[in-house]
């Protein structure tokens, strides 16, 4: 409960500062919009030259990239953390953060929380829909109860593996060079693995699950035979308890590791 409650002071006090600065906060809405639009864009002008990639249909793709999207979206909500480094570690932030009894990473998170990336979410949502009455799926009702565990599951291991990024701060004191790279690689997953030599299908699927956050949950819908997909998709869970595990233990040792930010 003093967890919770805690949430809901930093919600209202996010709400305050963006009612202060209203423009702000759809022009951010906005560009989020024109960025996800931009990537449906690509997919579709690609589809306009081939009719098939990986033996995947042009609605099977957008299907794939409408679920991406789901994940993505909470995930920048409630985890964006990507100038940790830079405010908690070089700017010092981090001392006044460990001066308070809630666990240090749940009070980094929400003082970065990003509502309006929810919306990306919704997109993703209307997107995965029409996609999948234009296939013709079935639907059933624990098909909802799927969409949400797998939702939570691939959020689960973005948190994870994002965390152990920030994580790296306690260890070297510039790793923000690493964030691009990892947020290009992780574009990657929403499109068909089977597409990509094996060396990076293996890279994207255990090494960096990226494939776990798009096609292949996404594929337990499609019954997507490639590669198995469609079962690979029932360990998702799994996967993410796993990554976000092992991020919270390497925040929690470096956590430990931490000693001020000096003068």
Known sequence: MRYASLFWEYIKNYAKTRLTYRSDFWIEVLSDL?????????????????????????AEVVFVYGFFMIPYGVFSTFFSIWNFSERYIVKGEMDRVLTRPAHSLYQVLLENVDPPSLIGSLVGAIIMAISWAQ???????????????????????????????????????????????????????????????????????????????????????????????????????????VVFTLGLLLWNHGVKRYRGAGS
Not at 34 to 55: K, W
Not at 200 to 224: E, N
């Open 34 to 58: 024109l960025y996800q639009g931009m990537n449906l864009i690509f997919i579709l002008i690609v589809f306009q030259h081939t009719p098939s990639l990986g033996g995947w249909s042009e």
């Open 135 to 241: 296939l013709g799926l079935p639907f059933h009702l624990l098909d909802i109860a799927m969409v949400l565990l797998l939702v939570i599951s691939a959020v689960l291991i973005y948190a994870g593996l994002y965390t152990a990024l920030s994580a790296i701060s306690f260890y070297s004191d510039a790793p923000t060079g690493i964030v691009p790279l990892m947020y290009n690689i992780q574009n990657y997953g929403r499109y068909p693995v089977n597409i990509y030599n094996k060396m990076i299908r293996f890279m994207l699927t255990w090494l960096l699950p990226f494939a776990f956050v798009g096609v292949i949950p996404a594929s337990y819908f499609l019954a997507k035979k490639t590669d198995d997909l469609s079962q690979l998709a029932l360990i998702t869970p799994v996967m993410g308890v």
